[in-house]
């Protein structure tokens, strides 16, 4: 998110080792901070028109968004431990470790999933030992309270039965039941149809990221970053909630749009496609509920609300590669690396975006900075759109309006630039804008009711309707404003 850029690459999480059946001694607790982790470069691209390289991004409405890539949490090594005594019994749990996304940090912008370890890199070694030792002091503390809340109950039961003034609930966990509405209800009922994607690339780097079930032939619908780094000679895996594992391949992906589609090489029997809302319908503090696998965490429920829609995001997937553009739902759920391509649900359970980009603070280091309440999804209907279009032909087609715009911020609108790239005409010859009598250096400020403040903006917008489609654009020339109808045209592919 920067696309959860929601980008997505990352180092996969390594399973923590299983708890000890005792709880160990009372044991020194580590102390310190964790090492803070930066954000993933953004990079500026064209896509749908021909443009120029993005202003650096300062404006967190214009600016490009980081990918929600996937990495495993990476831990500082605690300082020297402090005796039992001196810290007190029970002792104070780990310091937990403080995730940071390469979402393309500092302003929005997407970021793609993170390098991948190999399998006896110390550091992951290290990390999975640490996550171990966090979950046995956690238990141990958990215990010991435990046991002494549930002999100080028996002791006063034994004692003063008669004079009880609390009343005990009837019937026994597994007899309780969650509504359909309720979060719990539509986690249960969408969990089996989300999965936890693995794409390694020839060179054994990749990342984690997430996906559902698009249709009962097997179609899964993700972001294209999450499988860029696999698409040409590496290897997908998707792994639903109850385990099993499948074989992947990809169908076809739509770099500018960030979606990708891929099929299970041999499908389960009574797959469940999500049902896919209306994003068109949301509105601004209607309830979320994100599922992905944030840094590896597979199965991961957070909620939230729409926090804005139509929000102008630009992001790139850290290859250098094209940017992708969108008119973003926001939401405030919790986003991390490992969810992007995820479900962004309804209140209902109905799929209303793609979760794809995060904006981030900045910071240092490798590690990939964590969701702080701003994570971006692709509208469901778009995504939708792009899908069918790939599982049709395999390749993507874009809007366009056949026209060069700068990527500056804060122009006041979509300026159309002196000179295509390359050296071309900045406005096609007999392309739609040269048809509605559009000229380079025109300043378009709305694209129909949606006021345009930037060239990303404008894209975003154009892409959220389809080739033949007729719009408003009302623009300004030496300070006169004009509105003029163009229908739309269209480029195949993403060269």
Request: proline letters at 9%.
């Given at each position: 998110?920067?696309?959860?850029?929601?980008?997505?690459?990352?180092?996969?999480?390594?399973a923590?080792?299983?708890?000890?059946?005792?709880?160990?001694?009372?044991?020194?607790?580590?102390?310190?901070?964790?090492?803070?982790a930066?954000a993933?470069?953004?990079?500026?691209?064209?896509?749908?028109?021909?443009q120029?390289?993005?202003?650096?991004?300062?404006?967190p409405?214009?600016?490009?968004?980081?990918?929600?890539?996937?990495?495993?949490p990476?831990?500082?090594?605690?300082?020297?431990?402090?005796?039992?005594?001196?810290?007190?019994?029970?002792?104070?749990?780990?310091?937990?470790?403080?995730?940071?996304?390469?979402?393309?940090?500092?302003?929005?912008?997407?970021g793609?999933?993170?390098?991948?370890?190999?399998?006896?890199?110390?550091?992951?070694?290290?990390?999975?030992?640490?996550?171990?030792?966090?979950?046995?002091?956690?238990?141990?503390?958990?215990?010991v309270?435990?046991?002494?809340?549930?002999?100080?109950?028996?002791?006063?039961?034994?004692?003063?039965?008669?004079?009880s003034?609390?009343?005990?609930?009837?019937?026994?966990?597994?007899?309780?039941?969650?509504?359909?509405?309720?979060?719990?209800?539509?986690?249960?009922?969408?969990?089996p149809?989300?999965?936890?994607?693995?794409?390694?690339?020839?060179?054994?780097?990749?990342?984690?990221?997430?996906?559902?079930?698009?249709?009962?032939e097997?179609?899964?619908?993700?972001n294209?970053?999450?499988?860029?780094?696999?698409?040409?000679s590496?290897?997908?895996t998707?792994?639903?909630?109850?385990?099993?594992?499948?074989?992947?391949?990809?169908?076809?992906r739509a770099?500018?749009?960030?979606?990708?589609?891929?099929?299970?090489?041999?499908?389960?029997q009574?797959?469940?496609?999500?049902?896919?809302?209306?994003?068109d319908?949301?509105?601004?503090?209607?309830?979320?509920?994100?599922?992905?696998?944030?840094?590896?965490?597979?199965?991961?429920?957070?909620?939230g609300?729409?926090?804005?829609?139509?929000?102008?995001?630009?992001?790139?997937?850290?290859?250098?590669?094209?940017?992708?553009y969108?008119?973003?739902?926001?939401?405030?759920?919790?986003?991390?690396?490992?969810?992007?391509?995820?479900?962004?649900?309804s209140?209902?359970?109905?799929?209303?975006?793609?979760?794809?980009?995060?904006?981030s603070?900045?910071?240092?280091?490798?590690?990939?900075?964590?969701?702080?309440?701003?994570?971006?999804?692709?509208?469901?209907?778009?995504?939708k759109?792009?899908?069918?279009?790939?599982?049709?032909?395999?390749?993507?087609?874009?809007?366009?309006?056949?026209?060069?715009?700068?990527?500056?911020?804060?122009?006041?609108?979509?300026?159309?630039?002196?000179?295509?790239?390359?050296?071309?005409?900045?406005?096609?010859?007999?392309?739609?804008?040269?048809?509605?009598?559009?000229?380079?250096?025109?300043v378009?400020?709305?694209?129909?009711?949606?006021?345009?403040?930037?060239?990303?903006?404008?894209?975003?917008e154009?892409?959220?309707?389809?080739?033949?489609d007729?719009?408003?654009?009302?623009?300004?020339?030496?300070?006169?404003?004009?509105?003029?109808?163009?229908?739309?045209?269209?480029?195949?592919?993403?060269?």
């Open positions: 998110m920067s696309t959860e850029n929601e980008g997505n690459e990352g180092t996969a999480a390594e923590a080792p299983s708890v000890p059946s005792a709880p160990p001694v009372p044991a020194d607790a580590p102390q310190g901070p964790p090492e803070s930066p993933v470069p953004t990079y500026p691209d064209a896509t749908a028109t021909q120029q390289p993005a202003a650096s991004a300062q404006d409405e214009t600016a490009p968004m980081a990918l929600v890539p996937a990495a495993a990476q831990y500082a090594p605690p300082p020297a431990p402090q005796s039992a005594a001196d810290a007190g019994w029970p002792p104070p749990p780990p310091a937990v470790p403080a995730y940071a996304h390469g979402a393309q940090g500092g302003g929005p912008a997407w793609p999933p993170g390098q991948q370890h190999t399998a006896d890199a110390p550091r992951k070694r290290g990390a999975g030992g640490l996550v171990a030792a966090v979950v046995v002091a956690a238990l141990v503390a958990g215990g309270g435990g046991a002494l809340g549930f002999w100080a109950a028996d002791s006063n039961n034994g004692s003063d039965a008669s004079g003034t609390t009343v005990s609930a009837s019937g026994t966990p597994q007899d309780l039941k969650r509504d359909p509405g309720t979060v719990a209800g539509v986690a249960a009922k969408a969990l149809s989300v999965v936890t994607i693995d794409a390694q690339s020839g060179d054994g780097e990749g990342g984690t990221g997430t996906g559902f079930v698009y249709d009962k097997g179609h899964i619908l993700t294209n970053h999450v499988v860029a780094s696999a698409a040409d590496g290897q997908l998707a792994t639903f909630s109850n385990g099993k594992k499948y074989d992947a391949e990809v169908v076809g770099q500018g749009y960030d979606v990708a589609v891929l099929k299970l090489k041999n499908p389960p009574g797959l469940t496609p999500l049902p896919l809302g209306n994003s319908q949301v509105a601004v503090g209607d309830s979320t509920i994100a599922i992905g696998a944030p840094f590896g965490l597979s199965n991961t429920v957070t909620t609300i729409i926090s804005a829609k139509n929000r102008p995001v630009a992001s790139g997937d850290g290859s250098g590669g094209s940017n992708s969108m008119s973003a739902l926001q939401t405030d759920a919790s986003i991390n690396p490992g969810n992007s391509g995820g479900p962004l649900l209140a209902g359970g109905a799929v209303i975006g793609i979760n794809s980009a995060i904006q603070t900045g910071s240092t280091g490798q590690s990939q900075a964590g969701s702080i309440g701003l994570g971006f999804a692709i509208p469901i209907n778009q995504a759109n792009v899908a069918q279009q790939l599982i049709k032909t395999g390749q993507p087609v874009y809007p366009v309006i056949g026209a060069t715009v700068t990527m500056d911020e804060k122009t006041g609108g979509a300026v159309i630039s002196d000179q295509g790239a390359g050296g071309t005409e900045a406005v096609s010859k007999d392309g739609p804008a040269a048809r509605a009598g559009l000229r380079a250096g025109d378009i400020t709305k694209f129909n009711d949606t006021v345009v403040d930037s060239g990303p903006t404008l894209i975003g154009i892409w959220t309707h389809k080739p033949g007729k719009v408003e654009l009302t623009y300004k020339r030496d300070g006169k404003t004009s509105t003029v109808e163009v229908t739309l045209g269209e480029r195949k592919g993403d060269s």
